[in-house]
């Protein structure tokens, strides 16, 4: 039987949320560590580990999103560990995030330049010295604005997460959808709370483009 919606349900919506931005927070936590992991192994000397970190990148950035969801979920199942929906997308957020962030800060790193680096190998720097003083704080400058873009995309991925059952903002509506059949005003609502939470970090992302545009030319 259809009932109406109701105050009790936009309050159901926004207590799903917070579960989309805790999904979002741990995964790009997560996504972060692999990441960085990722990119010095991108740049690193060693040839067979710059190979494994092209082909990591390749696989997450070559499958659908969805797909590695359903390889983690059903997965984990088929050898004996049960993750269940929680650690599943946690799990597979976190890895194509990596993949991501990775190729992000990789190309941040490379966009020192070469000179630079020589000159901090002529010093006698070792690899772990001239990667904490001479490239990471240049290319910390370089990596936040389109590290803060994919944090976008990254919020707005976790509504995949209702595919395999887990309850966040997107499947909270599905749900209310199915109780009261109102399509137009959930998903709608739906899109506004997704609209309010990615706005501000879009603008963010922009600005801190251009301030970084305005350093560069001077």
Not at 167 to 194: C, D, H, M, W
Request: charged letters at 10%; aromatic letters at 12%.
């Amino acid at each position: 039987m259809m009932r109406s919606f109701n105050a009790g349900d936009l309050t159901y919506l926004l207590l799903a949320a917070r579960w989309t931005v805790v999904l979002s927070l741990i995964a790009f936590a997560g996504g972060g560590l692999v990441g960085l992991v990722i990119a010095l192994m991108r740049v690193a000397e060693a040839r067979p580990v710059r190979w494994f970190a092209i082909g990591f990148i390749r696989l997450f950035q070559g499958t659908p999103l969805l797909l590695q969801l359903f390889l983690v979920f059903f997965g984990g199942d088929m050898i004996g560990v049960p993750l269940g929906a929680w650690l599943s997308v946690i799990l597979g957020l976190s890895l194509n995030a990596g993949a991501f962030l990775g190729e992000i800060w990789r190309g941040s790193i490379q966009a020192v330049p070469n000179g630079q680096i020589e000159a901090a190998r002529a010093l006698g720097l070792h690899y772990g010295q001239r990667m904490l003083r001479v490239v990471a704080p240049q290319a910390l400058r370089t990596a936040i604005p389109p590290t803060v873009g994919f944090l976008v995309n990254l919020i707005k991925s976790t509504s995949l997460a209702a595919i395999i059952g887990f309850v966040e903002l997107t499947r909270a509506g599905q749900q209310l959808n199915n109780a009261t059949f109102r399509p137009f005003l959930i998903f709608g609502l739906v899109a506004s709370v997704y609209f309010v939470m990615c706005w501000p970090l879009t603008i963010a992302a922009s600005r801190l483009e251009r301030r970084l545009a305005l350093a560069y030319k001077r």
